[in-house]
């Protein structure tokens, strides 16, 4: 799956100046960048020793590493992959029971507007794709008969599907997941400033040690212009768009269903969400998006995130306190 990355860093921020404090000299940073959960992944982070910064980068590596195990469906031998084909999984791992109980919350709570059991869409669009065509009404019909997230059965014992031909997709959740994750564990290893890309945003500290984060939220329509800035106090950020993915040229079907029509949502491009934890921020980009403009800031507010929307003609809205950068 190709994405384009819809969030960057802003304004120079591999940039640090010379002239630096005492206090701030004593850190350390490091730069990775590598490939995983479907895109290119990169972390900045610091420490005030560098044997132990390596250290923590390397078990964020190890994080994701182990996140694409059991939720990659890139990967033919995943655990999710195995539960997708054999429609039963026994004792799943606690993060792949974690993921998979947050999700069935998000589903219950937003009447089914996420639903991580949308896989057969995918699969009926991939593939009428690759016929150099769009599925058929009555085959949309048929694929969303097998969507429901009350017929996924999750227990700590077992995973099982109440009928046949179900399938599960985390790509909806799982960056955003694996980007909390990440946090968590560098937290741990004493990392004092750190910006992490799983494909979704999270920071810890300060840019320099001294500054908030700063990110840039793209025009989803025009790859080299920028609609705004944010700062990362306290949030993580995460953005969906209708051309990460698409299965037709008109940005009309795209990777993000509707699970109630098996159609994608038609008003929108673009949802950018900034929440507590990236995990929310991830999913409830396909809650607005299914939500439509209309009711985008109303279902944010409801939630508790804050978020910007940008319509299919270019035209966008943000929450009253989205934290957009001044300047």
Known sequence: MKRRNFIQASLGLGIWPMAVTAQHQALIWRDITFTGLGTV???????????????????????????EDEMSLFRPDSALSRFNASGVLIRPSADLLKILRISQYL??????AFDVTVQPLWQLYAQAQKEGRLPAA?????????????????????LAFAQPDMGVSLNGIAQGYAADQVRASLV????????INTGEWAAIGL?????????????????DHW??????????LATSADDQCMFSADRKHHHIFDPHTGYSPYDIASVSVAAPTCTVA??????????????????????????????????????????????
């Open 41 to 67: 992944l990169t972390l900045r982070a610091a420490h005030v020793d560098a044997k132990a910064l390596d250290f923590a980068l390397q078990r964020a590596r190890k994080v994701i590493e182990r996140i």
């Open 107 to 112: 589903a219950k709570r937003s009447h089914g």
């Open 138 to 158: 009555d085959e949309v019909d048929q694929a969303r008969k097998k969507v429901g997230w009350q017929r996924l059965l999750v227990t700590a014992d077992r």
């Open 188 to 195: 741990r290893d004493g990392v004092a400033h750190a910006l």
């Open 207 to 223: 840019a320099e040690g001294k500054r908030p984060w700063m990110l840039g939220i793209a025009d989803p329509h025009r790859a």
């Open 227 to 236: 609609l705004t800035r944010v700062t990362m106090q306290g949030w993580s």
């Open 282 to 327: 991830d999913a409830l980009t396909k809650v607005l998006f299914v939500g439509g403009y209309d009711r985008a800031m109303h279902l944010a507010k409801a939630w508790g995130v804050l978020a910007l929307v940008v319509l299919k003609n270019g035209n966008w809205i943000a929450s009253d306190n989205f934290p957009h950068a001044a300047g």
